[in-house]
């Protein structure tokens, strides 16, 4: 287990102590967040606000994971390498949309579909990957099984399980890049997420079908490949995040962009899917998934009444702006939300092992 302190420890304080050398070479630049004119007001005092801090997240949190391995000489595991492998192509393409973005003066960079594209390309690569590279189990690190807190009986194929995967990372890579949009919200609420796949990780090592001797316990172990080392990755990732917010909490000194928030929704949604708790990241993720659905419902709901509204702007942090919210306020509140959401998704994990 002191891989998990080692990497999370080395990754919080290389993002803590880089993020301002970051900050300072991205200003001397001029390298600043567009901010949209249709957005609320107050959001127009974060023009020209150093962005692309996304990329000291990604560099913090692969450093703290591999030094973990180098110092203590543990094997890197495929599953490991292939979430890493997802994140990097993600985080391409988030450095991609911020770039456009600074060249250009605009708040748009990638198009809508270029920006899909992109995310599918990657996540197919993932999938395809994940479905190979067998351990001495037989195991891979991606399951052809559909999971919820583990694998269940229901077999989809591998055809069907690369177009899932491709639907989980997408929907968790635009559902935190959706809830990127005030100061310190997105990295807070992944901290919290991304500390329940530590436990959910450690838990399913501890009680892997290779380890277990109890009949108890081998009527109920977990079938996942290098749980273990997945639960290092994500600690090096939470460790990341939690240096990166130091700077990132309000009034941010820098955002973390595309490349931040792609690259961490697709490393939650690498973790959901490597450790077999696929739809248990609709509660480990639920924030995400609440701001993901009130675009889904706003532009629905737009269409089908000819121009009606049912918030008055989406994502749903820019609603309670608009009602006269504090940033500071709706920020504390929507982490409350993420951290009980967090809770009654690894209650929904424990509860599972412990029913009859």
């Known amino acids: 287990m002191k891989e998990i302190l080692l990497a999370g420890s080395v990754s919080t304080v290389l993002a803590l102590f880089l993020t301002p050398v970051f900050i ?17 007001t107050t959001h127009h005092v974060k023009r020209g606000t150093p962005t692309m801090g996304g990329v000291v997240l990604i560099v913090a949190s692969v450093t703290g994971y ?10 890197i595991s495929a599953s490991a390498l292939l979430v890493i492998g997802l994140v990097l192509g993600l985080g391409a393409v988030g450095f991609l949309d911020d770039w ?9 960079g990638l198009t809508g579909w270029q920006k899909l594209t992109g995310q599918a390309v990657v996540a197919a690569l993932f999938a395809i990957f994940g479905l190979r590279f067998k351990d001495r189990f037989k195991l891979t690190p991606i399951s052809l099984h559909l999971s919820t807190v583990r694998d269940t009986s229901l ?4 055809i069907v399980v690369v177009i899932w995967v491709i639907f989980l990372v997408l929907g968790t890579s635009n559902g935190v890049n959706l809830t990127d949009g005030l100061d310190g919200l997105a990295s807070g ?3 919290m997420t991304l500390l329940a796949f530590v436990l959910i990780g450690v838990w399913e090592f501890r009680q892997s079908c290779g380890l277990s001797e109890s009949t108890v316990a081998l009527t109920k172990c977990y079938q996942v490949r290098d749980p273990l080392d997945l639960a290092v990755l994500a600690a090096s990732f939470a460790g990341a995040c939690a240096g990166f917010l ?14 931040g928030s792609l ?4 490393a939650i949604a690498g973790f959901a899917i490597t450790l077999r ?6 509660a480990l993720g639920g924030l995400f998934v609440i701001i993901t659905m009130s675009v889904i419902i706003q532009r629905l709901y737009f269409k089908a009444s000819g121009g009606k509204r049912v918030f008055r702007m989406a994502p749903l942090q820019h609603h309670f702006e608009l009602l006269g919210w504090g940033e500071v306020t709706i920020v504390i509140r929507f982490w409350i939300i993420a951290g009980l959401s967090v809770a009654a998704g690894l209650g929904l994990f424990y509860a599972q092992w412990v029913s009859s």
């Open 24 to 40: 300072r070479i991205l200003a001397k630049r001029g390298y600043g967040q567009m901010i949209r004119d249709d957005g609320p």
């Open 66 to 75: 591999l030094s973990s391995h180098l110092i203590n000489e543990v094997k």
């Open 100 to 108: 456009l973005k600074i060249v250009k003066q605009r708040s748009l």
């Open 155 to 158: 077999t989809l194929g591998a």
């Open 189 to 191: 609420t992944s901290i």
């Open 246 to 259: 130091w700077w990132n909490t309000s009034p941010a000194k820098i955002f973390m962009g595309d490349v």
């Open 263 to 266: 690259s961490l929704g697709g």
């Open 277 to 282: 708790t696929e739809l248990l990241l609709i």
